[in-house]
């Protein structure tokens, strides 16, 4: 009987709970597998904890936000972990394979692993669409679904006072989580990070809305620079005159849209509020396919292969596909988009 680990490591996603029970029901149901799982992402590999994982742990979790396996940003590499206690813990433990679940971190993590010789397959995972090799990932669907929910309620008392309202999204790198939920929300500007803008575009964006009566609503992404910032402003933590930053772009944006228009502005930070709470039924039933799917790759010892949607089919790449590169915005998406703002 072929004993497999599941592991969920880096920030969580909804969708999680789904891969996980689609992957123990399948396993279980169609090829007598038998699982278990690591607590929190590489530590419990490391660390050698394990929790029970039958039929009975992944009833009805489908429906829950976050992972029932806890999660942590370890690299399984760095303290006591490298390639010989990882072996060593899966021989103890009888584990023929593990299930790594995760973001470009874990899925470096796992190739590094599986080139030096261990069983592993990985699931992609994060809610910021921004990992090559795979359409969407879950969890991205349930984030731009609460965008857009938090941008109508922000539009209605923005409406009732006339002013601006900014909407910071996640998305350090990436514009996904943004350019969707701000056309979806009709929003008048859509600020990301693969595109700078200046400020005098962003007026015009916001005037124009304002002059037409309505209150200008902008989302904007976390990681989004302004063209008069270079890419060292986020990291040291600076706004776009040097000067240290309190809050996120969204709140650094806000003074500086009022200063220059006269209409009273204000941001709204969304958070983690993002990745909270039961995801989406596309969420779920992609996240149970990629689920299903990834035990194939584990039956057939596929070892350094990962499930990937592409179109509506789930397909298997090597992690090296999905590394490397993130999935950008590419700029006709953008384009696009733009032609409605204002
Ligand atoms: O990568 C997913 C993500 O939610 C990003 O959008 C965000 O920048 C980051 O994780 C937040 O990380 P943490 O949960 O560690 O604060």
Redesign the pocket.
Same mark, same amino acid.
């Given at each position: 009987v072929m004993r497999i680990g599941i592991l969920t490591s880096?920030?969580d996603a909804p969708g999680l709970n789904a891969v996980i029970r689609g992957a123990v029901l399948k396993g279980d149901k169609e090829y007598g597998q038998q699982f278990v799982g690591f607590k929190a992402g590489w530590r419990g590999v490391v660390e050698e904890e394990l929790v029970p994982l039958g039929r009975h742990e992944v009833k009805g979790i489908s429906k829950q936000g976050g992972t029932i396996l806890g999660t942590s /940003?370890t690299n399984p590499f760095e303290g006591r972990g490298g390639v010989d206690r990882i072996s060593e813990v899966l021989e103890r433990n009888e584990i023929d394979s593990i299930i790594a679940i995760g973001?470009e971190g874990t899925l470096a993590a796992a190739k590094r692993l599986s080139d030096e010789g261990l069983p592993i397959v990985g699931v992609p995972k994060?809610?910021?669409n921004d990992i090559s090799a795979t359409d969407y990932t879950f969890g991205f669907d349930t984030a731009v679904q609460i965008a857009t929910d938090a941008m109508d309620r922000l539009r209605t008392t923005g409406d009732s006072h006339q002013r601006c309202m900014i909407a910071e999204v996640?998305? /350090?790198h990436v514009g996904w989580i943004a350019l969707h939920s701000g056309m979806a929300a009709g929003a008048h500007a859509i600020l990301i990070p693969e595109q700078k803008t200046s400020m005098e575009e962003i007026l015009g964006w916001v005037t124009s809305a304002n002059d037409r009566g309505r209150a200008p609503l902008i989302v904007v992404s976390?990681?989004f620079a302004l063209d008069t910032m270079d890419d060292t402003h986020h990291e040291r933590g600076l706004d776009a005159f040097g000067r240290p930053r309190l809050g996120g772009i969204g709140e650094h944006l806000a003074p500086m849209i009022e200063e220059a228009t006269g209409i009273e502005t204000r941001a709204t930070t969304l958070g983690?509020i993002?990745?909270g709470g039961t995801p989406s039924s596309y969420d779920r039933v992609l996240a149970t396919r990629l689920g299903m799917a990834v035990l194939d790759l584990a039956r057939d010892k596929r070892w350094g292969q990962m499930v990937a949607l592409r179109g509506t089919d789930i397909v298997d790449v090597p992690f090296e596909d999905a590394l490397g590169k993130l999935k950008t915005v590419p700029q006709e998406r953008y384009d696009e988009a733009s032609l409605l703002f204002g």
């Open positions: 880096g920030g /940003r973001g994060t809610i910021d996640m998305g /350090r976390e990681g983690h993002q990745r």
